[in-house]
Nanobody
Framework: QVQLVESGGGLVQDGASLRLSCTAS????????MGWFRQAPGKEREFVAA???????TYSDSVKGRFTISRENAKNTVYLQMNSLKPEDTAVYYC???????????????????WGQGTQVTVSS
């Protein structure tokens, strides 16, 4: 059974940093794309960042230059380093994994097959 478990969320002040982690189990994810999405209250889940099996990275315009996605295949883990956090970054952050090997990193929800339960990030002003 495939599981994705996020951790690292919390309550921080405007301008602070957080690092989210997502550890996968049930299969090896080194050959597939992984992504981070977020959902704020009353809004749809939106793309944040993705990393392909090759290490290629894509970011949404709203986080580019502030967030960094990375992966550690030996630990089946993907990270999201979030710097210069803003109140508008407040949301539940979800980790996602594609099941198709050696493909490009999807930029929409429909491209991912496995999801974590989410971790809350709250940025106070």
């Amino acid at each position: 059974q495939v599981q994705l478990v996020e951790s690292g969320g919390g309550l921080v002040q405007d301008g602070a940093s957080l690092r989210l982690s997502c550890t996968a189990s049930g299969r090896t994810f080194s050959s597939v794309a992984m992504g981070w999405f977020r959902q704020a209250p009353g809004k749809e889940r939106e793309f944040v960042a993705a990393i392909a099996w090759s290490g290629g990275r894509t970011y949404s315009d709203s986080v580019k230059g502030r967030f960094t996605i990375s992966r550690e295949n030996a630990k089946n883990t993907v990270y999201l380093q979030m710097n210069s956090l803003k109140p508008e970054d407040t949301a539940v952050y979800y980790c996602a994994a594609d099941k198709r090997p050696y493909g490009p990193a999807p930029l929409n929800r429909e491209g991912y097959d496995y999801w974590g339960q989410g971790t809350q990030v709250t940025v106070s002003s």
